[in-house]
């Protein structure tokens, strides 16, 4: 009986090695779907920090005029950081979304709204379950244009009522160099649907967004 397990065994590996060792060939369903062509000369770049990235992909992906989502750390000293040395602590890097988009079709003042309204601003600890520096929510601008229009959006913020006793404490910094994070982060709430939807749930996201803001994400 053993044998034959390891015999069985010995032919799935074999299947295996077979199946990895075919060459790939590019069908219609493989392919990625073409996007509007837009030159990346009148494309601009956001970078903006709001817990654990898998969350912050969706929202901005949702926006018409938005290219891409990509996952990484940032405001940290160490170069080319990895996902284990950024959630230790130790790199000064939070977690954080890069969004390149189309300012044709969606201004940086929507991406600062969409920002707000999936994190919790009043919390310097962290975000949500996720607590130390490495996911605290920061907004980083490139150029004054945008600092302007994001400590704009932060003053607006700080004058509504909600905010009188608990004051936003978001920071507002410099970009600084971006580095993409591992390839099975990017894009995590579309590759792993049901694990992602399980942490948000039992991270209390979701639970936490309606209470700042009267919705989730």
Not at 99 to 124: G, H, K, M, S
Request: charged share 20%.
């Amino acid at each position: 009986m053993i044998r034959r397990l390891l015999l069985g065994l010995l032919l799935l590996a074999a299947l295996g090695l077979m199946w990895d060792a075919l060459p790939f060939y590019a069908t219609a369903d493989s392919m990625p779907e073409a996007a509007d062509e837009v030159s990346d000369a009148n494309l601009a770049t956001a970078t903006f920090a709001g817990g654990c990235f898998w969350c912050m992909e969706g929202p901005f992906d949702e926006l018409d005029g938005v290219v891409s989502t990509n996952s990484g750390y940032t405001g940290g000293t160490k170069v080319d950081p990895t996902y284990y040395e950024v959630s230790a602590g130790d790199t000064g890097h939070v977690e954080a979304v890069q969004v390149v988009y189309d300012p044709a079709q969606v201004d940086y003042a929507t991406l600062l709204q969409v920002f707000w309204q999936n994190v919790d601003p009043v919390d310097d600890r962290g975000q949500f379950c996720d607590k130390g520096s490495q996911y605290q929510a920061k907004i980083f601008v490139d150029g004054d244009g945008q600092r302007t229009l994001a400590e704009q959006s932060k003053q607006t913020l700080s004058r509504q009522a909600k905010f009188q006793k608990t004051p936003i404490v978001t920071a507002i910094e410099p970009a600084q160099t971006f580095y993409p994070a591992e390839d099975y982060h990017q894009d995590y709430y579309l590759k792993h649907p049901l694990r992602y939807k399980y942490y948000r749930t039992a991270c209390g996201r979701d639970r936490r967004l309606a209470e700042v803001w009267g919705t989730g994400e």
